[in-house]
């Protein structure tokens, strides 16, 4: 499994909000929100059915 970056915006309010939280639950912010996001896609795939992932290769563009 390849790890990737995901550079998000995010407001200096909802930031220290998030380190806040990260903190009482004794993780790191970037551990905070990979939390989050587990517990959204277990959400969906509940009601919704398990997400297959499949990658596909980008497409080149013809002029």
């Not at 390849?2 to 551990?31: C, F, Q, V, W």
């Not at 929100?33 to 517990?39: A, T």
């Amino acid at each position: 499994m390849a790890i990737k970056s995901l550079p998000i915006r995010i407001d200096t309010e909802m930031l220290d909000k998030l380190h806040y939280i990260a903190n009482y639950e004794g993780r790191s912010a970037n551990s905070q929100i990979l939390y989050l996001i587990r517990k959204c896609i277990e959400q969906y795939e509940k009601e919704h059915g398990v997400i297959f992932s499949e990658r596909k290769p980008k497409q080149k563009k013809t002029p």
